[in-house]
Each structure stands twice: as C-alpha cells, then as structure tokens.
C-alpha cells in the first residue's frame, strides 16, 4: 500500500484564504443559477477552468442556455464580454482586428477585433474556415496576437467560452487537434430536469430578462486572485506520478491514435488545484484528478473501436492504481 501524500505545513494564511475561496465560488454558483436552472455541476465545472486559466467547449444542441451561460458568467464576475458569431465568410481581422491608415497622423493605426476582452463567446466556432479559426490558436495560448508583424498583449484574464451543435454538420468545418488541444474542457449542458425546467419558465416569462438585472458578486481583481491563488494548491509527488501514470497508460494503448499531450496532463493537474480550492483543501487529492479527467482529456483523444472518449478515459482510471 502506498504512503499517503503528504500535506504542506499549515499554513493559517493560506487557509482562510482557501476559505473564502470557498464562500466565494460557492455565492458565484448560485448566483448563475438564478438565470441557468439545475445545472450546478456544469457551472461549477465551467468556473474551475476558468479558474485554472483555461477555455471551455461546449458541444450541445441550439436552445440549452450555453450563450446565456457566458453572459451570466461575465455578468458575475464583472469581467467585459464579446460575442462572435463564427460563420465562413469570417476572416482571421475579423477576429483579432487590423492596421487601419489614419489619414490626419499619415500612419497605420492597429485597431483592436472583438478578441480584446475578458470572456469571449466564440458562437458556433465550428463554421467558421480552419484559416479563420487558426486566428484563435495564439491567444488562446500565449494571451496574445500577432498582427503584421506586431504584438499587442491582451489584459487579463482572458478566456474563450466556444459552442458547437454536435447534430448540424452541413457547412462546418473539423477543429484542428491544435485547436482542441487548447480547450481545458469539453462538456454539455444537456436538458435540465423537469423540475427546473418549470422554474425556467418562470423565471423566463417575466417582463423583465433576467440577466440584464444580474449583479457581480465579485469583482474582476477578485477573479483574477482566484487564478492567482491556483498555483499555490499543493500537489504531492505521488499525486503527480499519478497524473503522468494515467497519460502513459493511454500512449502505450494501441487503441489510442491520438493520445493525450504533456499540455492536457498540465491543464488536467491545473484544473485538479482549481477543484481542491473548491473543496476547501489547499492539496490535491487522486478524487480531484478523477472527478475531472473525463472532461479534461476525452475530447483530445481519439480511440478506435466503439469507446466514447468518456468511456475510455473511465475504464483507464479503474486500471491505474491510485494513491492511497
């Protein structure tokens, strides 16, 4: 039997830090579902990757709430907000802007796409051209973007919330793996619970939308502490040979065409510290690599035979030992 992973030293701190964490994501959570009913989990799942830095796909049908998700995301948060609406006749200044002549300077002027924001809804991403969508490879991995020659910094956080409708393929286009190797996560929203659904339409049918009264339970200094606090959860030895175990298992099956990069087991480890910070831990646990491997490294895979990503991802959790 394995030692357990040892815990950093206590630290009072960094305790009442985690605390308030807590307090804090927890009010967040609730205050979204005052607008997307009876999906916490979701939401939760959706604000530990934005915690940890990263960006979110998700793949549903039209009509389940994802647009409205990123508005009260943005909303609550105090974070500025755009919205693309990816189609094929985009192009990449589109998206991240353009040098423009300024006839009174008698210079070139570099004026800023919709990409210079916080959280950014990248609609439907998928109809829009690979060239057009390679304009989101940069910044979505460095924070930053190229243009002629030039690079302008964007402030941060900047996080990239993508939709796709996994029925429709007439007039779409295959996401690169590069593409889908920068998405922390892939989930669905799913249809909610019957129950909610009717709290939906209340909430709903009023004469006033809801989200335009959704007020910010923290500010954007505050979320960016949050993702400052990320790097600071402590992962033990044997939690991280955990984590690389469960990426080796995947590259030496055959079944495996694509299995996952050095960059998935870091977003996966990142997203672990985010949900121990949830938990009100300041270490990470195997559970928080479990609970959240499906969707951190199904979509980046690709497995012959009849296994979903989620399946596979699960039968290769039961087949790594675990840490005790």
């Known amino acids: 039997m394995n030692p357990a992973p040892p815990r950093p030293p206590a630290d009072p701190e960094r305790a009442a830090q985690v605390q308030r964490f807590g307090t804090e994501f927890r009010a967040v959570v609730e205050n979204i579902g005052r607008v997307i009913k009876g999906k916490d989990e979701v939401i939760a799942k959706v604000l530990l990757a934005m915690t940890a830095g990263g960006h979110v796909l998700l793949l549903d049908v039209p009509g389940t709430g994802k647009t409205m998700l990123a508005r009260a995301i943005a909303a609550t948060v105090a974070c ?16 991240t802007g353009t040098n423009v002549f300024n006839l009174r ?9 919709p990409i210079f924001t916080n959280i950014l809804l990248a609609d439907e991403i998928n109809r829009a051209t690979p060239k ?3 304009a989101l490879l940069e910044v979505m991995a460095e924070g930053q973007v190229t243009v002629e020659g030039h690079t302008h910094r964007l402030p941060p956080p900047f996080q990239v919330i993508a939709t796709m409708n996994p029925l429709d393929h007439q007039g779409t286009y295959t996401l690169p793996a590069a593409q889908l190797d920068r998405f922390t996560m892939q989930l669905s929203m799913g249809f909610p619970p019957p129950e909610a659904e009717i709290e939906l339409l209340d909430v709903h049918l009023g004469a006033r939308k809801v989200i335009d009264d959704l007020q910010s339970i923290i500010s954007h200094e505050e979320f960016l502490a949050w993702q400052a606090m990320v790097p600071q959860i402590f992962i033990a030895e044997q939690v991280k040979r955990y ?7 995947m590259r030496g099956d055959s079944r495996v065409l694509a299995p996952p990069s050095p960059r998935a087991v870091l977003m996966l480890a990142r997203v672990a510290q985010a949900q121990a910070l949830a938990a009100g831990r ?9 609970v959240l491997a499906p969707d951190v ?7 012959s035979g009849d296994d979903t990503g989620h399946a ?5 959790l039961a087949r790594v030992p675990v840490p005790a």
């Open 132 to 134: 057009t969508q390679s």
């Open 243 to 249: 984590l690389v175990a469960i990426a080796t298992q």
């Open 297 to 303: 490294l199904a979509h980046r895979l690709v497995v």
């Open 282 to 290: 300041d270490y990470v646990s195997p559970v928080d690599v479990q």
């Open 105 to 113: 300077a008698k210079a070139f002027e570099f004026q800023p796409g």
């Open 80 to 95: 500025r907000f755009k919205r693309i609406q990816f189609t094929p006749d985009l192009l990449p200044m589109d998206i």
């Open 312 to 316: 596979y991802v699960d039968e290769v």
